[in-house]
């Protein structure tokens, strides 16, 4: 059962249409996804050399093997397939303020790796292939918003990083840009307020992660916050407000935490190298996929991909199949009266920059057999056995439908304690801290954006953030 805000009759009444727009929508954009061999991928290689995988075009991405040097974690050395995209996406979402409040305009959009069909996306989604129309397909729709956005007021811009486990330094540009002009809604989009996209992510599995790592970067953290939501101030909910306000009190400073993760990046141990994908250690290639001798972390397939309501009808791609479900969680506590949630400094082979700051449990926990037992998460017991009573946030989300095949996780907010809960390589961290640091890029990873978002669709009965005050109000 998802748990998320608590929600009002009107709200449920327009949670429950937005959904029977998914499923008329739903009657002509859909995928259906075979499986097919990776020898059979039309207009995909295999390099004779190193057995890369790659598209014809030069573009989009390949599929090559990493070599990851760790002497001082609990996996020294591995060896594993990782996506190399180097070109740079755009996550777009296009907001107009309408009657005093803030709208997003978002798209119901299938991708061949989603569970249920369709999901909730930006207003633009798109790699800079697909963009520039390789594919040789239809035009992007909106994405002049984004391309020629001196015309509007961008609200945010930042090149953000995606899993470091399985991207090699992968980058998009997430971007939130108010337009005042009329637009024309074209079919499969749709005019949201925040309280609406807040409370579709109680839903299970039906706002995608390009759309949550695009809503955390939304300014909700301003001064008078406090005074604009509604509410007595006590409790979760208002340490929660008071969390979101710039002016309150923090355990550590924001110099304090950047100076903590520099120390990281700068003594973590950490060496990559790209390597040829044939011959990597503990995996096996056949030729439907290339799997790891466990059968646990994740395997390439390949998948066929027929198309309706998007702007390819056909096409043939590698994807990422994860061995289990996920359990991405933050740990909050109140801390002289202010919200706090406990971030790990964690360190992937893909980041650009060694580190970055992630949930307090980021893991799939069947993995866990085929590890030492140092890298079990320290919290993740503190998450699976918390009392229903203190869980906050409850729902399972997947990643990228794009690249990643039914990337499932159970994405949580559990409240806790935090008196004497200390670990070098977590802080506690207000929510106004996290709001600082994501204007710039390599702080936030994907996940803990995802659960800034989640923060957010807590802090008020279903709010709508005006542009004005940046208050949440219901809407």
């Avoid at 798209?107 to 798109?126: D, F, H, I, W």
């Avoid at 020629?148 to 007021?153: A, I, N, Q």
């Avoid at 702007?311 to 706090?340: C, F, K, N, S, Y």
């Avoid at 659960?451 to 004005?468: F, I, K, P």
């Amino acid at each position: 059962m998802a748990h998320g805000p608590s929600d009002g009759g009107g709200m449920r009444d327009r949670v429950d249409d937005i959904q029977r727009w998914f499923t008329e929508f739903g009657r002509y954009a859909y995928t259906t996804v075979t499986p097919v061999d990776l020898d059979a991928l039309e207009g995909w290689s295999r390099d004779r050399r190193t057995g890369n995988i790659h598209h014809h075009s030069g573009k989009f991405f390949t599929i090559e093997g990493l070599s990851a040097l760790a002497p001082d974690g609990p996996v020294p050395r591995w060896t594993q397939p990782i996506i190399n995209q180097p070109e740079v996406g755009v996550l777009g979402l296009l907001v107009k303020e309408t009657g005093g409040v803030l709208r997003a305009l978002v798209q119901a959009k299938v991708e061949p790796g989603n569970r249920n069909g369709l999901q909730l996306s930006p207003t633009v989604q798109a790699t800079r292939s697909n963009y520039t129309r390789v594919h040789q397909g239809r035009a992007v729709p909106y994405l002049e918003y984004f391309r020629e956005h001196r015309r509007h007021r961008v609200i945010a811009d930042v090149r953000q990083s995606e899993q470091g486990a399985w991207f090699y330094r992968k980058r998009n540009r997430n971007m939130v840009v108010e337009t005042v002009e009329d637009v024309e809604l074209l079919d499969g989009f749709r005019w949201l307020t925040l309280g609406e996209l807040y409370a579709m992510l109680a839903e299970e599995d039906r706002v995608n992660m390009d759309l949550r790592s695009v809503l955390s970067c939304l300014p909700l953290a301003t001064p008078g916050l406090d005074t604009v939501l509604r509410g007595d101030g006590s409790g979760f909910h208002g340490a929660l407000v008071r969390s979101c306000a710039p002016t309150s009190g923090t355990r550590h400073s924001l110099g304090e935490l950047l100076n903590w993760i520099t120390d990281t990046r700068t003594r973590t141990d950490i060496h990559t190298e790209r390597i040829p994908l044939d011959g990597l250690d503990g995996w096996r290639r056949t030729p439907a996929s290339i799997t790891h001798e466990s059968g646990r972390f994740f395997s390439v397939i390949g998948v066929d991909v027929a198309a309706g309501g998007r702007e390819v009808a056909h096409w043939t791609q590698p994807m990422v199949r994860p061995e289990g479900q996920g359990v991405i969680a933050l740990l909050v506590g109140v801390i002289d009266g202010v919200l706090h949630a406990l971030l790990h400094a964690c360190v992937e082979p893909g980041y650009l920059d060694v580190a970055e700051l992630a949930p307090t449990v980021q893991c799939v926990p069947d993995t866990l057999e085929a590890l030492p037992a140092a890298a079990r998460p320290p919290f993740l017991d503190a998450v699976l056995r918390a009392d229903p009573s203190d869980i906050r946030y409850d729902t399972v989300l997947s990643e990228e439908g794009g690249r990643f095949y039914h990337a499932l996780s159970r994405y949580m907010i559990v409240e806790t304690d935090p008196a004497g809960i200390d670990h070098p390589d977590y802080r506690w961290i207000a929510v106004h801290q996290l709001m600082e640091l994501l204007p710039h890029s390599h702080y936030v990873n994907v996940q803990a954006r995802s659960l800034v978002t989640c923060l957010h669709s807590l802090v008020g009965s279903y709010g709508a953030t005006r542009r004005s005050t940046a208050g949440v109000e219901g809407s």
